[in-house]
């Protein structure tokens, strides 16, 4: 069994022409590093994909602050207009590729992260707050997937 953790960036700068390079507020940094200590204590993630568009690096930099990943990637297919049965496609060939790697983190943005959800696991589409992560249990034998909860910054102990 294979633990998928899928996480929305933290709070951004408001919106923007070039929506590529928001940044994180304060308060997102302080999202992406409580998340990434509380990642840390309970789920140990190994394997990272993350969007290219700032706002979810500096996420991923804020939880990596506490983690220890040996795969990294930056993947295309997870921004906010990307197919989520690409996205969940591509995760599901990492995860066969590199089987090593027991935990997989995805940085990425609404409405994808919700819709990634639904896609590994039919049914479960749940609203992210920001720094949110959703904490998916994954078969890799038959590929099939239970959605088991999410949590907010808000409500995680550190």
Sequence with gaps: ????????????TPMQADDTTRNLTLVGQQQAEK?????Q?????TALLVSPYVRAQQTATGVKKHNAFTFEETCTDITPDGNPQIAADYLETLIAMHPECDTWLVVAHMPIVSYLVDQLSQGNMPIFNTGGVAVISYDDT???SQYLSIHAPASVPV
């Design 1 to 12: 069994m294979k633990t998928i953790l899928i996480m929305r960036h933290g709070e951004a």
């Design 35 to 39: 998340m990434g200590m509380w990642l």
């Design 142 to 144: 038959t590929q099939k």
């Design 41 to 45: 204590a309970t789920h140990k993630p």
